[in-house]
């Protein structure tokens, strides 16, 4: 599976949009973007997943690049409870194990 | 529906003790794993079973075993606890092996290993 590099935090105020980026340059053609997060201690949550078109859901917008080596997450007007660890994954169709990484540590300011 | 059950939350042992850490989910989901999250880390796999009757091993296998008991029951076992065994334990299901890595995942099980 392809290796995900993530900035290890960030801090984004109340409302706005968070942007959480993600770089898997040597992704493949058959590897899935998902997105994870974790909020304080308990058991990350699913938040979404892609291939290489846009994806959208109630809790947020995946953007893929044209050329897939990147994404953003893109949570529409942050809450305090959106404070968490957001993991970008990178796993191939097909594949049993979702590998976490260390992640970004996302923090809300109010 | 309770959705990812884990049972002890906390649990003290000394080195060289054995114990068992149930989960249970109630979701008809085919596959469930066992991840291990040390603190400031993130979580690695120990054992998945991607069906009933199927296990295999993650990045960290060693010093545990598991038992897919049933469609619904996944259990994880330290035969030998060891200190470098304390971490937060949890499990997690999903509902198709191979399509969406949607996993959902129990509250998990705090083990301290003295």
């Known amino acids: 599976d392809a290796k995900t590099t993530q900035p290890p935090s960030m801090d984004c105020a109340e409302g706005r949009a968070a942007n959480l980026p993600c770089n898997h340059s040597t992704i493949s053609g058959n590897e899935y973007v998902y997105w994870y997060r974790q909020i304080h201690s308990q058991g990350p949550q699913y938040i979404i997943h892609?291939?290489?078109n846009n994806e959208t859901n109630e809790m947020a917008s995946l953007i893929i690049t044209e050329d897939r080596k990147s994404s953003t997450l893109i949570l529409p007007h942050a809450t305090l409870r959106d404070t968490a660890v957001y993991y970008c994954i990178v796993v191939y169709f097909g594949n049993e194990k979702l590998t976490f990484g260390t992640g970004t540590r996302l923090t809300i300011i109010p | 529906n309770a959705g990812v059950t884990q049972t002890p939350k906390f649990q003290v042992l000394k080195t060289g003790q054995s114990m068992t850490l149930q989960c249970a989910q109630d979701?008809?989901?085919?596959?469930m794993y066992w991840y291990r999250q040390d603190p400031g880390m993130g979580l690695r796999l120990i054992y998945y079973?991607?069906?009933?009757?199927?296990?295999d091993k993650g990045e960290v296998p060693n010093g545990y075993n598991v038992s897919r008991l049933n469609k619904r029951e996944f259990s994880l076992r330290l035969e030998s606890a060891a200190p470098s065994q304390t971490s937060v334990y949890f499990c997690?299901?999903?509902?198709?092996?191979?399509?969406?890595?949607?996993?959902?995942f129990g509250e998990g099980s705090r083990l301290t290993v003295l």
């Open positions: 079973s991607a069906s009933e009757g199927t296990t």
């Open positions: 892609g291939l290489k």
């Open positions: 979701m008809n989901h085919n596959s």
């Open positions: 997690a299901s999903s509902e198709s092996s191979v399509v969406v890595r949607e996993l959902f």
